[in-house]
């Protein structure tokens, strides 16, 4: 049963922070925005959801304010922070995510240091593998939707308009596209899914501390976006998957290696080589960035080869 | 008398002290290829660039088609039918071909976000049009074999081509061109001017900086001289070249 339990609960892992990678592809691989702050949304879902379900608000309206609220934060964050080059934005939205954390880390409402007990959406039934089935059903469905929605993005003219704005926003601004409002609107839609997230890992988890909400979650969730390939949904999953997986065994790895060191902190150190090797090695990722798939430009690529074919 | 598409009037941009333009007038008809020459760091560069709003002027109005677009954002301005193709490449280099062109079209439905998601068949539909349309600009500059390679695998000169078609298919009222010749061979820069011609009768108008001036003389139709940030001359192609002052100023003092 151990390992069972243990399996499940790294497939639920996996599942929240893929949503939370999906919605920074959409920012870093398809919009180009270095967000650094990703964390800070993660945790306003979180908090959102553990305040409102405290007063009895349901799950799926703690889900919703969780996104919107987060996604209000993104908005303001993003209307000074598009005025910055990306570097700065980078810096500016990594501050960001520190404020709110020692912010909830000292407000009473908050919970300060012990945080808050999160009601879960699926009641205790006497089963450690059914709560976790349940929320795995949960997590995927969640999932799927982003998914979706990140696709359809992906191949449609705006997907075409951001990706185009990470390349050479001068040129695209020059050819129509309003750089400031595109970026924003990424900058929302991204935060939003995070806070979905956030409100999902809390209610699993059952309790939310500012413990929880280092900046490190960041890093791992760039770690998942780089390394699976930015610009693929599905890259960025299969990134979310070994990332949690290697996070997680190098956890049990530890329990049967005798270092010199801390195995806790060598975890980090691994995380940091990865990430520059990925950089040097492969700096598209593992899967290539996905091509913008059309119907029409589909027709016309089938046209163009049918045309082929009959020529020679 | 119809009233020009472009008119600037009294506009001036300095940098720090130094005035890289000063005080220009001038006037842009509805069609025609229309040319602007002189030394490098003139002030051709700049006035485009005021033109289409990359920098504020300092004095003076421009307006397009009768309206005054002194303030406006690139965005808006390129939205009225004022478009630009840069002097060097500008493209999206890990997009195909046919997507940079796709980029620059004009009232694509699906670059909102609201309706890339939920009007799917509208912007679709529009797609397919559109797609024609980039095709058949792509066959005139020799890169409709190219349309679904990456941009970023062009050559120089086929970069050149793909910046002039993408400003095409934005299907402009005025175009500014900065150099389209520079850098392609010959012929090629002579055929580029010809298909311009072509778009030229069918209501677009053309503003080009060109330093191949036998190409640029054969096919304007009117022809500005810049120096020192101001309008020096202006005339015909052939009234200008046999204005001794320009070979002065083109060539350097005697």
Known sequence: MGPLLYICDIIVYIGIFGIVSLSLNLEFGFAGLANFGKVAFFLTGAYTYALLSQIGVPFYLCLIAGASISAILGLLVSLPALRLRMDYLAIAVLAFGEILRLIVKSEEFAGGNWGIAVSPVFPWMGSHLAYRLENIGLVYLCLLICFLVLQLLANSPYGRAIRAIREDEVAAEALGKDRSKYKAQALMLGSAMAGIAGGIYAQYLQYVVPGMFIPMVTFTVWMMVLLGGPANNWGVLLGAALVEIFDRGTNIAKDYLNLPIDPSNLQYILFGVLIILVLLYRPQGLLKESKIQTKALRLAHNARSTAKNKGS | ?254
């Open chain 2, 1 to 254: 008398m119809q009233e020009a598409l472009l008119r600037i009037r009294e506009v001036s941009k300095h940098f720090g002290g130094v005035y890289a333009v000063n005080g220009v007038n001038l006037d842009i008809k509805h069609s025609g290829i229309w040319g602007l020459v002189g030394p490098n760091g003139s002030g051709k560069s700049t006035l485009f660039n005021t033109i289409l709003g990359l920098h504020r002027p300092d004095q003076g109005e421009i307006y397009f088609n009768g309206k005054c677009i002194n303030n406006l954002a690139p965005h808006q301005i390129y939205e009225l039918g004022l478009v630009n193709a840069f002097q060097l490449p500008r493209l999206f280099y890990s997009l195909s071909v046919l997507d940079n062109m796709l980029v620059a079209a004009r009232g694509h439905q699906g670059d909102k976000l609201f309706n890339s998601l939920f009007l799917r068949r509208r912007w679709q539909e529009q797609e397919k049009g559109l797609i024609e349309e980039a095709l058949d600009i792509l066959e005139l500059v020799e890169l409709e074999p190219l349309a679904f390679s990456p941009a970023g695998e062009l050559s120089g000169g086929q970069r050149k081509l793909l910046e002039i078609a993408r400003g095409l298919m934005a299907k402009p009222r005025l175009l500014l061109l900065d150099e389209p010749a520079a850098g392609i061979n010959p012929k090629l820069g002579n055929r580029i001017f010809e298909k311009l011609m072509d778009f030229s009768t069918n209501g677009i108008a053309f503003f080009v900086v060109e330093h191949r001036l036998e190409i640029l003389f054969e096919f304007a139709s009117w022809v500005y001289v810049m120096n020192k940030g101001r309008i020096v001359l202006k005339g015909k192609p052939k009234a200008i070249t046999s204005d001794p002052t320009f070979y002065s100023i083109y060539l350097g003092e005697e």
